[in-house]
C-alpha cells in the first residue's frame, strides 16, 4: 500500500482525458511526458471544437453576432488568465508559446540595452531562455553571464556576485524541466530589483502545477505555454507589469496591433493588442481559458501535493534499482524526475518502455548547457502529472528491470 492521503479521485480524473481509454503496444497507456505536454480533458476538446463548430469568427472585427460571441470568449479567456496569476487583464497577451513570450520580451527589450551592458540567465535554462538572448546579445554588443549549478540547484552564491550594477535584465526558469528543482524565483527577484534590473520568469513548467501570483513574486514578465497546462498547442501567455509594456515596442507588427495608419506613418494601439499582431489563435485562447478552468477546479495546491508525493514515490523506489542515476533534488521539486541507467543508452531505455505502453522522454530536454554541467550528453525524463498513479511508477520500475534484463545490464560497479 502506498503510505499518502490521496486526495485526488484520479479513476474519476482519468476518464476525463479520453486518450487514456486506448491501449499502446497493447498495454494501457503511462503517459509520464507531460513535461514535454500535457493530455488535454473533453473539456478542452469539446469547447475548442464548440468554437469552431458553433461561434467561428474573428474577433474584434465583425459587427455581426458570431464575431460578438467569438471576441467575448477570447477576452474571458483573457480575464480567466489574469486571475490564474494574479495580474490586471491588460498585462495579459496571448502568445504561441513560452518560446514566442520569450523572444518578445527578448526583441523588445535587448534594444533597449547599450554596448557593455549585462543580461543574467542560469546554466539549468531551456534552450528558449538562451538563444533568443544569446543571438540579440551580440547583435546589441551586450554580455550574458549564467548562474551556475551546483548540487541540482542554483548557487545563490554565484548569482549575488554577477548580478552587478551592468546587469540589465535577469531571466530565469521557475522550475526546471530537466531537474524538477524549483528555483528561489522571490528571491532572485529581489537581488535583481535591489541593483534596478528587470526580472523574467520562464514558467513553462511550474505554471502546470504551482500556485503563481505574478504580484507576490514581483516578476515584471512572465511566460507560460498553453499545451503544459491541459489547454492546446499553438497558445501561450506573456505576463508584463503595464507600465513597462506600455513602453515597450511591438515585437510584430500588422493588423489589429494599431491605432492608425497613414502612408507615412503608424501608431500602435494599447496593450495587450500592442502585441497581439494579425489573427490570433483564437480557439487556442478559448481553449486555454477552459484548461484553467478544468485545473483550477481540481485546485493547485491538490496538484502540487499530489504530484510532489508520487515524486518522492518515484524516486525513492527508483534509487533501489542498482545502476539508476538521479539528476535533481529529493526535496522542494516539481515531478520531473531525469534518470539514466548504466550501461543503457537513454533511446534504448525509452524505446523499450514504448514497447510496455509507457511514454517518456529521452535526449537532451532542450538544455544542452545544463547536459554539459551534468557531464551528459543525453537523459531519461519520467515527467509526472495529477492524472498519473501509483501503479504508473511502479510499471516504470518494472519496466526499467525489464530494460536492464534485456540489456543484460548488472551494475555490479554502479555510479
Ligand atoms: C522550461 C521550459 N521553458 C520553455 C519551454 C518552451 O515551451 P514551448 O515549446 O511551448 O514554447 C519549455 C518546453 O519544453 C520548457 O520546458
Known amino acids: 500500500m502506498h503510505k499518502t492521503k490521496i486526495i485526488l479521485d484520479i479513476d474519476r480524473i482519468k476518464k476525463d482525458f479520453p486518450i487514456f481509454s486506448q491501449k499502446i503496444n497493447g498495454h494501457s497507456l503511462v503517459y509520464l511526458d507531460s513535461a514535454a505536454t500535457a493530455q488535454k480533458p ?12 458553433e461561434y467561428n ?15 467575448i470568449a477570447y477576452e474571458e479567456a483573457h480575464e480567466k488568465i489574469a486571475k490564474f496569476l494574479g495580474a490586471d487583464i491588460e498585462e495579459i497577451i496571448f502568445t504561441a508559446g513560452t518560446t514566442e513570450s520569450l523572444n518578445l520580451v527578448a526583441y523588445s527589450l535587448v534594444k533597449t540595452l ?42 545563490i552564491e554565484h548569482a549575488k556576485k554577477i548580478i552587478d550594477s551592468k546587469t540589465k535584465i535577469v531571466s530565469v526558469m521557475h522550475a526546471s524541466n530537466v531537474l524538477g528543482t524549483i528555483n528561489p524565483i522571490k528571491e532572485l527577484a529581489k537581488i535583481t530589483h535591489d541593483i534596478g534590473a528587470l526580472f523574467v520568469v520562464d514558467a513553462a513548467h511550474s ?45 510584430l507588427y500588422g493588423g489589429h496591433m494599431i491605432s492608425e495608419v497613414t502612408l507615412k506613418d503608424t501608431t500602435f494601439a494599447d496593450v495587450p493588442s500592442k502585441f497581439e499582431s494579425g489573427t ?15 485545473i483550477n477546479k481540481i485546485g493547485l495546491e491538490n496538484i502540487h501535493y499530489y504530484e510532489t508525493e508520487l515524486a518522492k514515490y518515484a524516486i ?9 542515476k538521479i539528476y535533481g533534488p529529493d526535496e522542494n521539486r516539481t515531478g520531473v524526475i531525469s534518470f539514466n541507467i548504466s550501461g543503457i543508452h537513454a533511446h534504448d531505455v525509452a524505446t523499450i518502455l514504448d514497447r510496455e505502453g509507457i511514454a517518456i522522454r529521452s535526449g537532451n530536454h532542450c538544455a ?13 525524463r519520467a515527467s509526472i502529472y495529477f492524472y498519473n498513479t501509483f501503479d504508473d511508477i511502479d510499471n516504470l520500475v518494472e519496466a526499467i528491470k525489464k530494460a536492464k534484463k534485456i540489456f543484460k545490464v548488472t551494475n555490479e560497479t554502479s555510479e
Open 57 to 71: 469568427s474573428n474577433i474584434h472585427r465583425g459587427a455581426h453576432k458570431l464575431g460578438e460571441l467569438a471576441t
Open 42 to 53: 473533453s473539456l478542452v476538446i469539446e469547447e475548442t471544437t464548440r468554437f469552431y463548430t
Open 316 to 324: 525513492e523506489t527508483l534509487k533501489k534499482i542498482v545502476g539508476v
Open 368 to 380: 544542452m548547457p545544463l547536459m554539459n554541467a551534468l557531464g551528459i550528453n543525453a537523459c531519461n
Open 207 to 251: 505554471a502546470p502545477n504551482m500556485k503563481i501570483n505574478v504580484k507576490d513574486i514581483d516578476c515584471d514578465f512572465l511566460a507560460f505555454s498553453g499545451h503544459k497546462i491541459c489547454g492546446p498547442t499553438g497558445i501561450g501567455v506573456l505576463y508584463g507589469k503595464k507600465h513597462l509594456l506600455d513602453k515597450m515596442s511591438p515585437f
Open 114 to 155: 547599450k554596448q557593455g551592458d549585462k543580461i543574467v540567465l542560469t546554466e539549468m535554462e531551456h534552450h528558449s531562455n538562451i538563444v533568443p538572448w544569446q543571438q540579440l546579445a551580440k547583435q546589441y554588443g551586450v554580455n550574458i553571464e549564467y548562474i551556475k549549478v551546483k548540487d541540482f540547484q542554483l548557487d
Open 280 to 294: 490570433s489563435n483564437i480557439a487556442g485562447a478559448i481553449g486555454l481559458g477552459y484548461a484553467i478552468d478544468y
